[in-house]
């Protein structure tokens, strides 16, 4: 196991092919898009977190 699937699995990913980090990449994409497209101060925090889960990805 490499460096940057320690760290990722640190943060819950784990994955077995690189089919499984795509989707995931692109599952973290499309929720930081919801959260883009209704921002205000609520979700700015829920924002913040889904994008630091796709830079962990």
């Given amino acids: 196991m490499n460096i940057l699937e320690k760290e990722a699995e640190q943060f819950?990913?784990?994955?077995?092919?690189?089919?499984?980090?795509?989707?995931?990449?692109?599952?973290?994409?499309?929720?930081i898009d919801e959260h883009l497209s209704n921002i205000n101060e609520n979700n700015k925090p829920k924002l913040q977190e889904e994008i630091g889960d796709l830079m962990h990805a």
Avoid: L, R, Y
């Fill in 12 to 31: 819950g990913f784990k994955w077995g092919n690189t089919h499984q980090i795509m989707a995931q990449i692109k599952s973290e994409c499309d929720e």
